[in-house]
C-alpha cells in the first residue's frame, strides 16, 4: 500500500494558512524515488499517491529539457544539502507553473523531504494583502477592526486622528473606551447584530468623540455616517465586525437646516389653522402659546396693555410706561421662576392674569418702544438658556409681547428661528387686533343696545310687567332683539317683541329705529295690524337709504314683531303680528296654550296685509312674549324649546317675577347662542269703581249734566281737588262734540295712576289746536285743555273719535 503524509484537513484544524494557498508535502527516498505523498500533494499535481509512489520525480514532473540540471540537484539534496528555490512543474493535465521548492535532507537514511508551494497563488495573496493594506493606510475615511470579542484589533491613520489618539493606543479597547455613552451603546448593539450573521448595518449616525485637551463646543461638533459588515474566513468562520466612518457633518447640518425649515413651515401652518378661530383677545393669546409650546420653546407668556383690555379707544401714548397684564401662561418647565412670577431684578414678575410694568431700561421695554425683537442675556433662572422677546405689533400699534424661553439642555435661538417666531407673532398680532376691534364694537353695540331698552319694569294699566333681557353666551355679536311697553290713552298698554335679523352694531342700529318708530306709531293710537304695515313701510326705507344711488339693490332690514294692545277697562287685548313666533297664554288652573295669531310676513318683505286677533284675558291670566333664543338652539329643535317654555309657564310660580327667573333658569342652559328677550304680563283688574261711563243726547243741556256726572263721580272718590279743573275741561270738550261733532255723545272717567276723561262722539274730524288771535272771539278752548290738562289728545274709533285728557293724582 503505498505510503501517505497526514493531510491537516484530517486533524480537523479548518480554517488554516493552507486554505488560501497550495501547498505540498512529499518524500524522496535514498533511491531517488517518490517514497510518501500526501493528499494535498495529490491535489496540487493532480496525481493520486498511488501512481505517484516509486515515481521518479524528475521525469513525472520537470520538464524535459530541465531533467539534467534536475537530476544534478536531486542527487546533491539526497547527497546532504539542504535546498530552497523555485522550479518549474507539469500537472497532470500537463500545464507548465511554477513552483518554490524547500528540500530538506535526512542524513541518517538518506532521504529528503520536500515542501512545494505554489507561486500564482502566493503572489495574488501577496498582491490581495498589500492592495488592502494600502486601502487601510491611505483611504481618507476611517477604518476600524473589532475582533469577535468586540475589542478593537485594527485602525486606520483616518480614524485614529478623528478620535485624538494614535493607532497603538486604540488597540485592544472596547467601544465605551473610546465614543460617548450613547452612542457606544447603539455601535455595540450594532456590531453585536452584525457579528451573529445579520445584515450590515450603513449610515449608522454617530458623535464624533470629543478629542482629549479640546473643549466639546456646538461648532466642534462632528458627525459621523458609520457602516458595518461582518469579516469572515473561509468556511465561513466570522473573524470580526469591520467598519467604515465617514464625515457627514455637512450633510447632517444641511439636513437638520431642512428638517427644521419643514417644522417651521409646518408650524406657520398650524398657526394659521389654529390662531384667531375666536373673537376673544384671551382665547387668541392662548391659541398662539399652544403652537408654539413644546413645538418651538419650552416656556412662553403673552402681555396685552391693559387699555385693550378695559375697552379704552386708544392705545397708550408713552408704550414703555404702560401697564400690562399677562393674559396666558404655557411652560413645559416644572418651575421657571423669571418667567413664571418670581421675583427678578426687584422687581415682581406677573403670573397668569397679573398686572406689571417692565422697567424703562429693560429689554422688554426696549421691544415695546422699538417696536423690534429683542434677544436678553441669559438671566440667573437656572432652568432657562436663552430668552426671546417679541412685541406685538399690528397697524403700527404695540399691542403687547410675546416672550419665549428655552430650557437648558436646548438650542438657542438663531437668526431663523427669530425670524419665524416674529412671523408667528405678527400673525398672531393680526388676530388679537381685529380681537380687539371686535370687542370695541361688540361694547359699544351692547351700551347701544341696552340704552334703547327700556329700564326696569315700566308700569302698565291693569297689568303686572316683568321683563328680561340676556346677551348671548357665547361672546358673538350683539343681537337685534328688543321689546317694550308703551302707555295708552285710555288705561290701554301697548306690548311690543321684535327682532331684527343679523348681529352687530347694524342690527343694533336698526333695532334702536324700528323701536322709535313703533313708540311714534302707537302715540298716533293706530289699530295693531295698522302700527305693523306702517312698521314694514319704515323697514323696507330703512334698505333703501343705505343704497348708493348707481346700485339697483339695496339691503333690506328684516324684523319680526308682535303688536299688542290691551284694554285694562275690557280685559281684552289685540294682537297683530309679522313672522314672529306665537304669544303664550297661562289662564289660573289651565295649561300653557299658544295663541293662534296669524304670523304674517317679517316686516321689510311687504305685499301682504297683517290680521288681527282679540283675547279676553280673565283676571291673574299670564301672557309670555319673547324672542326664538329662548326656545330655539342648533341642538334643539323649536317645536322642543317651545314645549319645554309651556311647561316651565304651567309648573312655575304664580309670583310674575320668580316665574320669570324660573323659565330662564329651564330653557337658558340648553339655549344660550343667541340674545334672549322675554316679556310677560300678568293681568290685574281695575279696582271697583275705577270707570264712570255715561251716554248722552247731542243736545245743550248734555253740557251741564256731564259737568254734573262728573263732578259727583270725583267727589265720591275723594277727588275734591280735581272738580273745578275737570269741570272746566269737561264743559269744553262735551261743547266741541256738540258743535263739531255728530250723533250720540258718551262721557267715560278713568281712574288709574291718572284720571282720564274721554268724549265720544261719532264724527270722525280730528280736533286741532291753532293759535287765536286777538280779535278772534273763538279757538281758545283746546289751548285751555292743553294748558290745564297734563297731557291730552284724540284718537279714531270704527264710528267716530275719542278726545280726552289726563289729570294727576
Not at 170 to 196: E, H, I, N, W, Y
Not at 535 to 558: C, H, K, M, Q
Amino acid at each position: 500500500m503505498p505510503a501517505t503524509l497526514p493531510d491537516s484537513r484530517e486533524q480537523g484544524s479548518a480554517g488554516t494558512i493552507y486554505d488560501y494557498i497550495r501547498v505540498a508535502t512529499f518524500a524522496i527516498g535514498p533511491d531517488g524515488r517518490i517514497a510518501q505523498w500526501s493528499d494535498r500533494a495529490a491535489k496540487f499535481f493532480g496525481v493520486p499517491a498511488a501512481e505517484a509512489v516509486g515515481a521518479d520525480p524528475i521525469t513525472a514532473f520537470v520538464p524535459r529539457e530541465l531533467w539534467q540540471r534536475g537530476r544534478a540537484r536531486l542527487e546533491r539534496i539526497l547527497s546532504g544539502e539542504e535546498w530552497v528555490g523555485t522550479a518549474p512543474y507539469r500537472d497532470q493535465s500537463g500545464a507548465e507553473s511554477l513552483a518554490e521548492v524547500y528540500a530538506m535532507p535526512d542524513s541518517a537514511d538518506g532521504s529528503a523531504t520536500c515542501l512545494a508551494v505554489d507561486l500564482g497563488r502566493l503572489r495574488a495573496i501577496e498582491t490581495d494583502l498589500a492592495a488592502s493594506e494600502a486601502v487601510i493606510r491611505q483611504t481618507p475615511t476611517g477604518f476600524f477592526l473589532f475582533d469577535t470579542d468586540l475589542k478593537l484589533q485594527r485602525v486606520n491613520a483616518a480614524f485614529a486622528t478623528g478620535v485624538g489618539r494614535s493607532p497603538a493606543a486604540l488597540q485592544g479597547l472596547a467601544p465605551g473606551d473610546v465614543f460617548r455613552p450613547s452612542d457606544a451603546d447603539r455601535l455595540l448593539l450594532a456590531l453585536r447584530k452584525v457579528l451573529t450573521g445579520q445584515e450590515p448595518v450603513l449610515d449608522l449616525r454617530m458623535s464624533a468623540p470629543a478629542r482629549p485637551g479640546r473643549p466639546g463646543g456646538r461648532d466642534d461638533e462632528r458627525t459621523w455616517a458609520v457602516s458595518l459588515y461582518r469579516l469572515t474566513a473561509a468556511g465561513g468562520r466570522p473573524i470580526g465586525v469591520a467598519g467604515q466612518v465617514q464625515d457627514v457633518t455637512s450633510r447632517h447640518l444641511a439636513e437638520r437646516e431642512a428638517a427644521g425649515v419643514r417644522r417651521s413651515l409646518a408650524l406657520l401652518n398650524e398657526a394659521s389653522t389654529h390662531i384667531g378661530s375666536t373673537l376673544d383677545l384671551e382665547t387668541t393669546a392662548k391659541e398662539l402659546l399652544d403652537v408654539i409650546v413644546p413645538q418651538f420653546c419650552d416656556v412662553a407668556t403673552v402681555d396685552l396693555y391693559t387699555a385693550l383690555l378695559t375697552g379704552d379707544t386708544s392705545l397708550i401714548a408713552n408704550p414703555e410706561n404702560g401697564e400690562l397684564r399677562r393674559v396666558a401662561v404655557s411652560s413645559v418647565v416644572g418651575n421657571a421662576p423669571s418667567v413664571l412670577g418670581a421675583e427678578r431684578g426687584g422687581v415682581r414678575t406677573a403670573e397668569a392674569g397679573g398686572t406689571l410694568c417692565y422697567p424703562p431700561r429693560s429689554p422688554h421695554a426696549r421691544a415695546l418702544r422699538t417696536g423690534r425683537s429683542v434677544v436678553p442675556q441669559p438671566g440667573p433662572d437656572p432652568l432657562l438658556r436663552s430668552t426671546l422677546v417679541v412685541p406685538l405689533v399690528a397697524r403700527d400699534q404695540v399691542l403687547g409681547l410675546v416672550q419665549l424661553s428655552r430650557a437648558i439642555g436646548s438650542e438657542p435661538f438663531d437668526a431663523r428661528e427669530v425670524a419665524i417666531a416674529e412671523e408667528l407673532v405678527a400673525r398672531a398680532a393680526v388676530c388679537v387686533d381685529n380681537a380687539r376691534l371686535y370687542r370695541r364694537e361688540h361694547e359699544r353695540a351692547l351700551i347701544l343696545q341696552r340704552s334703547l331698552l327700556p329700564p326696569g319694569n315700566p308700569a302698565a294699566s291693569g297689568l303686572e310687567i316683568a321683563r328680561r333681557y340676556l346677551p348671548s353666551n357665547n361672546n358673538t355679536e350683539v343681537g337685534g332683539d328688543w321689546f317694550d311697553v308703551i302707555p295708552l290713552p285710555g288705561s290701554r298698554t301697548a306690548l311690543v317683541i321684535g327682532d331684527v335679523m343679523g348681529r352687530g352694531l347694524r342690527a343694533a342700529v336698526a333695532m334702536g329705529q324700528l323701536r322709535t318708530a313703533v313708540r311714534t306709531l302707537a302715540m298716533l293710537d293706530l289699530d295693531p295690524e295698522e302700527v305693523l304695515t306702517a312698521l314694514d313701510e319704515i323697514a323696507r326705507g330703512l334698505g333703501n337709504d343705505d343704497a348708493e344711488p348707481d346700485r339697483s339693490g339695496a339691503e333690506v332690514y328684516l324684523a319680526t314683531c308682535v303688536y299688542a294692545v290691551y284694554d285694562a277697562v275690557k280685559q281684552r287685548c289685540t294682537f297683530a303680528n309679522a313672522g314672529h313666533l306665537p304669544p303664550v297664554l297661562l289662564e289660573p288652573g289651565r295649561h300653557a296654550r299658544m295663541l293662534d295669531v296669524p304670523p304674517g310676513l317679517p316686516l321689510g318683505v311687504g305685499g301682504e296685509p297683517f290680521e288681527e286677533v282679540t283675547v279676553d284675558l280673565p283676571e291673574g291670566a299670564v301672557l309670555g312674549l319673547y324672542t326664538d333664543g329662548l326656545v330655539e338652539s342648533r341642538k334643539h329643535q323649536l317645536d322642543e324649546g317651545l314645549k319645554s317654555f309651556r311647561t316651565a309657564l304651567t309648573n312655575g310660580s304664580d309670583r310674575l317675577e320668580e316665574l320669570c327667573d324660573q323659565v330662564l333658569d329651564e330653557l337658558n342652559p340648553h339655549h344660550g347662542e343667541d340674545d334672549i328677550a322675554l316679556l310677560m304680563a300678568k293681568v290685574q283688574a281695575l279696582p271697583s269703581g275705577s270707570v264712570g261711563d255715561w251716554r248722552l243726547p247731542p243736545e245743550p243741556t248734555s253740557v251741564a249734566r256731564a259737568r254734573e256726572a262728573a263732578c259727583g263721580w270725583l267727589l265720591e272718590r275723594g277727588l275734591d281737588e280735581l272738580v273745578d279743573t275737570s269741570e272746566l275741561l269737561v264743559s269744553e270738550l262735551v261743547t266741541n262734540a256738540l258743535r263739531h261733532g255728530r250723533g250720540e255723545i258718551r262721557l267715560r272717567l278713568l281712574r288709574d295712576r291718572t284720571m282720564v276723561c274721554e268724549v265720544w262722539d261719532d264724527a270722525y274730524a280730528q280736533p286741532r289746536q291753532r293759535r287765536a288771535q286777538e280779535t278772534d272771539e273763538g279757538g281758545r278752548g283746546l289751548q285751555l285743555v292743553s294748558l290745564l290738562a297734563e297731557r291730552w289728545g284724540s284718537r279714531r274709533t270704527p264710528k267716530g273719535k275719542i278726545v280726552w285728557f289726563e289729570l294727576s293724582l
